[in-house]
């Protein structure tokens, strides 16, 4: 189902809890209360034949409105990336776009970051596994970049905890981008815009060491390195910018919230029906929570472990595991964020345990239906498939040991529709309609960019 | 209607007088400048750190108990908002005569999810049986059992202190 067109209806006056202003009119208020109760559906007599059926709302408890409230506002505060001094730098910013398009940092050349993560598919690639470099195949579905700023973790194993940290293990991984750092500082330092973009932002050149006190990483680290990180919290910059627009859930939620009752009754009812069934029995909202629709945190939802024949994929356990070996996590040297700073309390408190074993990431649910295939393996083509895989789940798949939330819900061929229809609800209409902001080339002077941005 | 009108505004400035005489009653020394402020006031903000003076029931604070021991708890942010790290401010307070404890450890689980916490919670002691506890996250909605063990010459002392979470 797709959102409902968009229709400008007079809000009316004095709408909040029956206050009105003071100069409003005796006969507009009574034009008011009868379009109020018309809206409500109370008059009794049904639509005329071929009109369209008089809006309603659910009569939803004073629980289910909290629940439904907690999903909002949209868009929430801009957030930076972790452990990124560059993160809402325009320079870097404008780095990280190009770096981002640019399939010369892939190690034969081929593929970009947008290779996989399409702006025309919402930054995720449409294909059930992700493929690297020369076709090679993964064991994860591409996850879209949408909103990516306001997750905790990043992977379906969360082992990364920033999005710079995020962007340099696809590029050094053989099967993914199949790069090195050295590689990475040749490409930027051979051409003359990245470098000059570079410079702006690092302050010294490609693959050369920065002058005494310009920065706080590693002595020891060579100078590749540090242009690997430094393109990396570029590409880090320019992904936290990416802020999906607000969906017509939120322009439901917003109505509910200032009791405007003829703006939420605009809200298709099957999927005021489904929001119901998601935040009601469905329990759906117990991780897929706030404003995000996901409480940025793991669980095992009864998916094989298996990802092909005598290959097990361990989840958040091999993913805690492969955050605290790495390099670049928030507690590294690397890391901009000061050790006190809350930004890194997730990295020093995480802790390992044995159900964190097959557990995948709680992904958002703002523009699921625009990012199919589903679910850390890609196994559910359609929202049809996922919801049919709750409905339906096998316990003995669950941990034995492990969380005792998921039950199968047994829902009905109409329920299954509600939810649906609910989460079309969740779409962002620009979600697949990203365009790359035009900007003057490295250099130029102050007039010269001017003209380029006018363009 | 005017009449329990006319009574309640005759109740506020007899409220007000005794607010003022609680006011200008003295303070017990060694007491926090908002301690101090709270109990002038008859009430201990929110804001106030725990302390084993307040007695149960004041507001802003879980106070659970067992075998002789109590903690009073603040946790910070108020309300624990959910899938956030929050932290908590406690208090321990022994039996008459115990020495105050050097060390706390605390958890928590969601009993009817059979699931704890992601993370592990560190509690760092300030002295005088306070302690700074963070690290802590919430990350479901419903009721969580907030768990402090306290070792003692006797053996371990654990309190424990529902939380309903929203």
Redesign the interface.
Known sequence: MSPPPSRRVPEAPGRCGGLRSAGESRPRRALVAVLAWLSLGVAGAGPAPGAQAPATLLDFTADER?AIL?HGPWPPPAQRDAGNSLSGRPAAIALGQRLFFDARLSGDGTLSCAGCHRPDLAFTDGRARAQGVAGHPLDRHTPSLWNAAHERWYGWDGASDSLWSFAIRPLLDPREMGAGADHVARVIAGDAELACRFRQVAGHAPGQAPPPGRTSVPAEALPAERTLVVAAKALGAFVATLRSGRTAFDRFRDALARDDRRAASRYPPAAQRGLRLFVGRGAC???H??PMFS????ADIGVPFFVRPGVVDPGRHGGIQRLQASDHHLLSPWSDAPPDA?EV??T????R?H?NFGEFKVPSLRNVAVTPPHLHDGSKPDLDAVIRHYSELDLDRLHAD????LKPLRLDAREVADLKAFLHTLTDPGAGRWSMPRGPACGLGAAAAARAASR | MARVLGALLAVVPAMAAAASAAAARPVATGASAPEAAARRSGIARADAPPSCSQPRGTPGRWMPEAQGWRAVIVPRPAPIP??R?FALEVALCPPAGAPPPATLKVDADMP?????M?????AVPQGGGRFRV??LMF????YWRLMLEVETADGPRRLEQPVEV?
Do not use: W
Request: proline fraction near 5%; glycine fraction near 16%; include cysteine.
């Open positions: 909290r907690a909202s117990t991780c929570s706030g409480n940025g945190e793991f809350a309390l997730k020093r408190h995480v802790v345990q159900r492990g969380e005792r939330i | 959910v899938g790290h009817a999810h059979r699931h704890g992601n993370y592990r919670p560190q963070d690290g990350h479901m909605p419903g929203r």
